[in-house]
Every structure is written in C-alpha cells, then in structure tokens.
Nanobody, 123 residues
Framework: VQLQASGGGLVQTGESLRLSCAAS????????MGWFRQAPGKEREFVAS????????LYSDSVKGRFTISRDNAKNTVSLLMSSLKPEDTAVYYC?????????????????WGQGTQVTVSS
C-alpha cells in the first residue's frame, strides 16, 4: 500500500485548507484511515480518524469542531478539511491506514503511512 498526501501549503490564521490522501490500491476500503501531524521538535500526534464505512469519526480535542475528515472508498481517498486554522496547527501532516476498521488514535494501530505534506499557518 502506498499513501500519497497532498494539499499542504502556506495560509494565514483563520483560513481553510483541504488535505487529500490517495491510496495506491483498494486495501483501505476495509480499514479505518487517519491523519496525524508532527511539528518541529515534537512527537507525531493524532489528528483525526474515520471508519472504513465513513460513518464513524474521531478527533483530537485540539481540532474538534474545526477539522472534518471524510473518505471516498470508490476513489480510495481520504480528506481532511481544516478550517479556522491557527499557527499551532503548523506541522507536517501524515495520512495512515489503520489495521482495523474502527477509528483509533494511537499510532501503533496504524500499519501504513504516507510521506507527509507541510502545512504552515502564519499569524
């Protein structure tokens, strides 16, 4: 499985950005997907996760109400719509495929990782 994340860039505080992640084959349709991020000097942290059917989602407290995760299994893609962005959202964002079908937040539950896309929010 290969995961290709895209959509990162430089935005100002309060603006929105949509990240996309494309999976190379149809393995992700039975697995939950997730987004993580890593800021310079910090550990990689959980952002959001979505079940394989798309009906269940999980968010970190820091992004709840501002970010929305979605997926299109027909296209093997998962997206992250980020709104009301803050400078503290600046990080490299990674998409990942979980081992199971339900949303999870711990890194060890994810089997495959994309290469990351940089998001920078200026104040």
């Amino acid at each position: 499985v290969q995961l290709q994340a895209s959509g990162g860039g430089l935005v100002q505080t309060g603006e929105s950005l949509r990240l996309s992640c494309a999976a190379s084959r149809r393995t992700s349709s039975n697995n939950a997907m997730g987004w993580f991020r890593q800021a310079p000097g910090k550990e990689r942290e959980f952002v959001a996760s979505i079940s394989w059917r798309g009906g269940g989602t999980l968010y970190s407290d820091s992004v709840k109400g501002r970010f929305t995760i979605s997926r299109d299994n027909a296209k093997n893609t998962v997206s992250l719509l980020m709104s009301s962005l803050k400078p503290e959202d600046t990080a490299v964002y990674y998409c990942a495929t979980a081992r199971g079908s339900v949303p999870v937040s711990n890194r060890s539950s994810y089997a495959y990782w994309g290469q990351g896309t940089q998001v920078t929010v200026s104040s």
